[in-house]
């Protein structure tokens, strides 16, 4: 025997939730996207030192190896220093 009690009309009480789901599944996401600064595409074209940079760095590898490099290491201080009290 089966027993109903009054008012029972055999719906899902969540079936609004479970189409709500289902529905944002199947939105779009949006994608995602890059863009760069005019001040990044500056730096980039000013990559015209890169030669000047790199005989600099020849000479500090130079240094380095030959044992002539030195480094002053109250400026160094001081200009860590300088950085991180700002």
Not at 8 to 16: A, D, E, G, M, T
Not at 33 to 47: L, R, W
Request: glycine content about 4%.
């Amino acid at each position: 025997m089966k027993i109903n009690g009054p008012n029972q009309s055999n719906l899902n009480p969540y079936q609004k939730q479970i189409h709500k789901q289902a529905e944002a599944g199947l939105k779009k996401q949006p994608e995602d996207k890059v863009e760069i600064s005019e001040t990044a595409k500056q730096m980039q074209q000013s990559g015209k030192s890169e030669s000047a940079r790199a005989k600099l760095i020849e000479q500090v590898k130079e240094d380095v190896v030959t044992g002539n490099y030195r480094v002053d290491s109250k400026a160094a201080a001081k200009k860590m220093l300088d950085f991180w009290s700002k």
